[in-house]
């Protein structure tokens, strides 16, 4: 998570504050009348939505499920809404971020991924690569199927300068 936004979820200093947080967000969430709005809205909150699952409350647990409920439906409608990959892939990178946490950002960075462009593809295929040797094996599997979906879909042997950069990579693929 950007410093910012991890900042902005620890400041919740009572349950009220982070209900109220995610009452705003999800008004925000609801005019955000297209696609466009809709994913600028999702890098500035949903990282945040994601770390109050982790609040002692309950009821802020669970508005944080209803509106990832209402982002999953509305996001899987349509191909044009942007997530904030890069800070799914910090999040799961983390060794302190929780169970369920995770288990959602690799639902939502598997979503995202795809919709990048292939040079938005290649710019993060780095920071998918670098920790592999460090993370548990269902978020190495995740991050190598990616690498391998962005190798076949973009039709590396086309492009020289991606397939060297994807040769670089191999030898942390190889050592796994």
């Known amino acids: 998570m950007s410093t910012n936004q991890s900042i902005?979820?620890?400041s919740f200093t009572t349950s009220e504050n982070a209900k109220q947080y995610l009452?705003?967000?999800?008004?925000?969430?609801?005019f955000s009348s297209s696609d466009e709005k809709f994913s600028k809205t999702l890098n500035e909150c949903l990282p945040t939505i994601l770390?109050?699952?982790n609040h002692n409350d309950g009821s802020?647990?669970?508005?944080?499920?209803?509106?990832?409920?209402?982002i999953?439906?509305?996001?899987?409608?349509?191909?044009?809404?942007?997530?904030?990959?890069?800070?799914f892939i910090t999040l799961l990178r983390?060794?302190?971020?929780?169970?369920?946490?995770?288990?959602?950002?690799?639902?939502?960075l598997d979503m995202g991924f795809s919709r990048l462009s292939c040079d938005e593809q290649f710019k993060i295929l780095p920071l998918l690569t670098t920790s592999l040797r460090t993370i548990n094996v269902q978020i190495r599997e995740c991050f190598i199927s990616l690498v391998l979906y962005s190798i076949g879909e973009n039709k590396l042997s086309t492009k020289e300068?991606?397939?060297?950069?994807?040769?670089s990579l191999f030898p942390?693929?190889?050592i796994i």
């Open 8 to 10: 902005q979820s620890q």
């Open 23 to 30: 009452e705003n967000t999800l008004t925000r969430i609801a």
């Open 51 to 53: 770390d109050l699952l």
């Open 60 to 70: 802020v647990k669970q508005k944080s499920i209803e509106i990832l409920t209402h």
């Open 72 to 87: 999953s439906k509305r996001a899987k409608s349509s191909e044009s809404i942007q997530l904030p990959v890069s800070e």
């Open 94 to 108: 983390n060794t302190t971020t929780t169970p369920i946490v995770k288990n959602i950002a690799i639902m939502y």
């Open 161 to 167: 300068n991606y397939a060297n950069l994807i040769l």
């Open 172 to 174: 942390q693929l190889w």
